[in-house]
């Protein structure tokens, strides 16, 4: 069992890659779903197993081929990792379980083995950065689930789903080639490119100026992928116009993997050994994290359709996280990665719920969504659970994060205020923006016509267990706040 | 066993089932839920009962007993039960079981050991009672729920901060006596006057009470603001600034209230300036002003829902809720009236009624601290309030004038809830003593049948009545509202927010233009220098990627900025 | 027609709450009960509470000069803040109501 334990790091990644060619073969009706979602369940497993590994004893490492770090490869996780693992394949699982039915209706039988494979990639892609310890293996991996995602996206019948792909795309490789070339500078200069070697080296570099230019290159590069305000503009119409259950998978875990990165590159690298940085790394994120915030509420707020209103306010969460990590200190980070958990799972189960929608409805434009709570009561009230725990109402996953972000926040001294008054104002615009969907759906009075989807009742199990996740999680905090917790010490255990 | 879980949770159970549940069936649990909740409020023990762990170190107490929570656990419950005698047969299915969430937020909020339990309650209470407004059906009720709703959120992440504040700096949650001393128990207190309808966001109560149903406002003006009174009186006891901002809220209540044609705006009015009452004793602090407080409140309580309930019958028989539309309804409502009367007379603590036998503790606790200004105000409120409630209320809406309406009397159960109130409130005015029994404190030597006072009291009041038929030419109810501080955001934030969008708006369209034509020509030179068949597509492509340039824009900016920054 | 009929008759089919006489009748009454309440002061001594109310039929003055002085002051005010029933239901601008 030790040996089999040993092996998980690398399992994670190799698993869904070796499946994806067999998934590609699969060309009877059905077979490349069921392969991709066992697949899928297979790694949230395992994903699974490494936590509870983590929790009881201490980080996981492999060494890639054998060959010892710094020479090799490793392959490192660790509470932050687990947690984002656990996201990761939590989310495909559970959106492979309840997406067939709605795949099916989006996506031709021919091209599904393909759909299905490029899925695979992206979950291959996505954890290998997660798993991985070394800085360009990162690079790897980021590209691979990038591609995969832009193919995912550009899957569906909506045909503005290829200028939304393609201006993703060259944003995206902006991003990682800015990632890249950052990663190039430091590798220049310590001539390593094992993270925790990274460290070490860094201290010895006589000129620190490439250094603090790779750490830019690497932030504003990061922050692309990550849809951090102001470069988030490919974020919403690439959401909307993807399939939906893409959407759902990606809104869970794509922005926060590089969120991972990021934060993970900076505190483990440049925050120990550029002085001064962590003063600039919170003074040039958090008044980003605060217009991001504000701004890309106050833009859901207009929309009329739902899954660009969810979009933004995904951008908005992404302000909460960033706000979190520039405090710089223990209540923050924890605040930081309990809420990519926590929006993962409010998020993910609002665009399951959309997905359900979009099935019986067809359209997901709230003039089209007129009194659909009537018609599909146990969705829209999963909705209104998920909705609430995106406010942060007290029962909740989001309140959790909420309360920890506001604990951060006390520490500051005089930028309590102003940033307690942004988060307040992020929640009331929420409450906004919720209402509007919730006043169109449950008060306006629908149209005679009767929807003619059919939604299975798995796909309302599906979007019933993401609702309830999210008040599971708020009152059985013990997993994530503890995740979070031992992850936020391990980030500042470098710090002087 | 049963005093570990809160009765709260037996409320909450009991909204679930009702929502659940059809027909009989439904209307046997939504009268039972708040029945066993009365019994087993009194089954709850002094001190602490349980306690629960959450987020790893902080030790809730989910269920702490006292005399004075059993109190107000008590109305509370008592309020859903004849909430819910008024309301089964009128009103829509989810009014009634959000009615009964929101009497279990008051009634976990009652038995709260911790200051987490309390703001968890809290917000359920918010939440719930954002449905019964939205309940009143119409857009004006939905427009003034989402109001309600905004305010009470932002009510709860002020309260939110100052709690977080207090467990992070002093390490405890246990809801203890505290001065407003610093940022988190000054937020605690705003978060809590908020709730309370304290100006300036008293606006609230005026705005969304009269919107709900006939039956929701019944419901409404019980529970928010008493339970805010509960925890001043738990967390705030003698916090001088309260005095000043309860005399404050009486005044208010009795002018607004003078001013107002709307009925149940007269009576959501009316609330501020009673709730004022309370909070300027508590602000006294004493043991007799907080026995005063308790007191009041649980009165209020009743003679506030039978007001309401009055008020309630005529409109669901009528349809109309103006003064300028109603008048002459005793000819054939009379059970209406008279009850209406009664809670007429209860509100202002006209002798033999519960107001006489309750409020006045107030005054006198002013008196033995040697408030004479805080006395005079009182005395003169009390007048006023005979004024604005006492007479205006059913003066113009049973009386004054004929209006040609003749509705039927209420339907039985209304009735039959009214008659249970009014009784109520006249036995708590003429068997003081037994109530007397279940005050916080214990109330020596307090007779409130003194002759004296009773020939006071009488002369008060019934000049006041004098003076209000003196001065009726001049009371003439006019189709109007009267602006309040809410106009702050209903309409200057507005034209502000407006007055932005626009100017955002064309800045964002000259830019545009500007940059479009600068794309124009660049085009036009590339087209020069190649000259090429698919030039159409390099065309097409240009102007749609305007999202990458501005990006490719913004990071050019932040690279060189981050870079920059560093020197600095 | 009825204009012809002399008054008593006229206000025959009132209730008789709302009749004339009654109403002068309730009048008289209540003018007698307050003048009896200041004057019971004699017999039944009301205890002062401070200096400013040690005076006679203190409660009956004070309750009809503050109620007067009420009732002017929301008089006064309400010149200043008064406005329309509809004041808040005014139409918006349209660009609003197309955002919106």
Known sequence: MDNLLAQLPALQVVVPFLTVPLVMLLKPRGFAWLAATATSVVCFAIAIAMTSAILQGAPLTYAMGGWPAPFGIALAVDAFSALLLLVITGASTLTLIGARASIDSQITDARQPLFYAAWLLALTGLSGIVVTADAFNIFVFMEISSLASYVLISGGPDRRALPSVFKYLVMGTIGATFYLI?????????????????????????????????????????????????????????YTFAPHAVTAFLAACATKVALYVLIRFDFLVFQPNLVGHDTQFAYFL?????????????????????KRLLAYSSVAQIGYIMLGASLVNDAGLTASVVHIFNHALAKGALFLTVMALAMRFGDVSLDQ???????????????????????????????????????AALDEGWLAIPLIATIAAGSLLAVAYVWRIIECTYFAPADGTEPTGHVPPLVTGVVLIAATANVYFGIFTALPTTLAAEAALALQEALP | MPELFSPALILLAGALLGALLRGSLRTAVLFAAPAATLWAIWQVPDGVATTFTFLEYYQLEPVEGSPLRRLFATVFALMALGGVLYAFRQAKPYELCSALAYAAGAVGVCFAGDLITLFIYWELMALFSTVIVFCGGTPAARAAGIRYAILHLLGGVILKVGIEGIAVHTGSIDLQPMLAHNFDSWMVLIGILINVAAPPFSAWLADSYPESSPTGSVFLSAFTTKTAVLALMLLFPGEQVLIWVGIYMIMYGIIYALLENDARRILAYSVVNQVGFMVCAVGIGTELALNGAAAHAFAHIIYKALLFMSAGVVIYRTGKHLCTDLGGLFRTMPITTVCGIIGALAISSFPLTSGFTTKTLISEAAVSEGLVAVYLVLTAASAGVFLHAGIKFPWFVFFQKDSGLRPKDAPWNMALAMIVFAALCIIIGVFPQTFYEFLPYPLEAYEPYKAGKVLFYLQLLLFSGLAFFVMLPLMKRTLTISLDTDWLWRRLFARVYTYCQRLLETTRQTLMTRLKTWYAVMIRLAQRTYADASKEADVELMPRSQPIATTALWIALLLSGYVLAYYI | MDHDKPHATQHAHDHWLVRPTTIRNIWIGSLILLALLVAAEWMVPIKARFSVDDWPAFGAVYGFLSCVAMVLFAKALGWLLKRPDDYYAQPRDKELDDDA
Not at chain 1, 208 to 229: C, E, M, R
Not at chain 1, 287 to 306: D, G, K, Y
Not at chain 1, 386 to 393: E, F, N, Q, W
């Open chain 1, 369 to 407: 969504l007129a009194g659909a709570a009537r018609r599909a009561p146990w969705t829209m009230a999963a909705f209104v659970v998920a909705a609430l725990s995106l406010i942060g109402v007290p029962g909740t996953a989001g309140f959790i994060s909420k309360w920890y972000l506001v604990m």
């Open chain 1, 286 to 306: 958090m008044p980003l994290a605060v217009l991001a915030i504000v701004v890309a509420s106050a833009v859901a707020l207009f929309e009329r359709n739902l």
């Open chain 1, 182 to 238: 950052g990663v190039g500078l430091v590798y220049m200069m310590t001539g390593t490119l094992n993270l925790a070697d990274m460290e070490a080296r860094v201290h010895e570099v006589g000129d620190q100026s490439p250094i603090l230019v790779a750490a830019g290159f690497i932030t504003v590069g990061l922050a692309l992928k990550a849809a951090v305000f102001p470069l988030h503009a490919w974020l919403p119409n690439a």
